[in-house]
């Protein structure tokens, strides 16, 4: 006998949160529980989720009436609070696996959000939801086996990606976010050796400041992850280590730093 099924799903960014009615289905409960459904985010897009609860429902004397008290959940058009907070950071990582096709995928990139439960970059690789990938964090050379939650549309040639770990990862990322950081620009002075190895000093705009780090925009290819620079406002000066530079199109001219000194603080500001 067909039955209908009141099933609960949810976007693995926390995102959206909603119950959906199946109507006259032959599996049984357990086998629904174990099945992918699709349905949107408005944040995300198309998803496709297994679902987190479930209830059976079925029809009786031509009429439909619940097997359980089952009170149905709106809908809802409003984001649900987020499983974690998200955080607007470049981190470099890389990510390989393999794609729907079995077209394997080798690439560096950079993170546009990241939270505890994954992360949101753009790759060049054609990727799917659902597709199994592997995303190593440059900076710590941790590695995480991740699925693809939401593929957007492109952004300089490139899909914007989501991904999803296993389960949440709060240390993957190595964020301490209770740091400040300061968006308010300041001009500094930058020295190091470019990519030919010759000597370089140029002008630059420190962004998203902290007191272990900051993005500095203006930069340009003049330098590379790994590379040591001095950073240099009035008489201050401390050394700091490039963790990412940016590629073309949005990110490029800018560069993440990470300080080899943080008891220094050249900003000239309050942090």
């Known amino acids: ?22 109507q006259d289905r032959d599996e049984s409960l357990a086998q629904i529980l174990e099945t992918s459904f699709d349905f949107e985010c408005p944040v995300h897009g198309v998803q496709k989720e297994i679902p987190i609860s479930g209830n059976e429902r ?22 649900k609070p987020r499983s974690s907070p998200r955080i607007s950071i470049h981190i470099p990582v890389m ?23 994954g992360g949101l970059i753009t790759l060049g690789a054609r990727v799917s939801v659902g597709d199994t990938m592997f995303v190593v964090n440059k900076s710590t050379q941790g590695e995480q086996e991740c699925r693809v939650a939401y593929v957007g549309p492109e952004l300089e040639g490139k899909l914007r990606i989501g991904f999803a770990f296993k389960q949440q990862v709060p240390s993957f990322w190595k964020l301490d976010r209770r740091e400040v950081r300061i968006s308010k620009p300041v001009r500094v002075w930058v020295r190091g050796k470019d990519r030919t190895g010759q000597r370089f000093s140029q002008s630059a705009m ?30 201050r000066m401390a050394r700091f280590r490039v963790i990412w530079v940016g590629d073309m199109g949005l990110q490029a001219g800018q560069a993440g730093i990470y300080s080899l000194e943080p008891g220094k603080n050249v900003w000239g500001i309050s942090l």
Request: charged share 25%.
């Open 1 to 22: 006998m067909p039955k209908d099924f009141l099933i609960r799903l949810r976007c693995p960014y926390g995102d959206e949160d909603r119950t959906m009615l199946l």
């Open 58 to 79: 079925g029809a009786v004397g031509g009429s439909r009436r619940s097997r359980q008290t089952v009170v149905a959940e709106p809908i809802s058009a409003q984001a």
């Open 95 to 117: 990510v390989y696996g393999w794609s729907h096709n079995e077209i394997s995928f080798h690439e560096e990139t950079t993170t546009l959000l990241v939270n505890a439960s």
């Open 206 to 235: 420190a962004v998203d400041i902290s007191r272990h780090g900051a993005r500095l925009e203006g930069i340009g290819f003049l330098t590379w992850p790994g590379e040591v620079i001095e950073v240099k406002r009035g008489w």
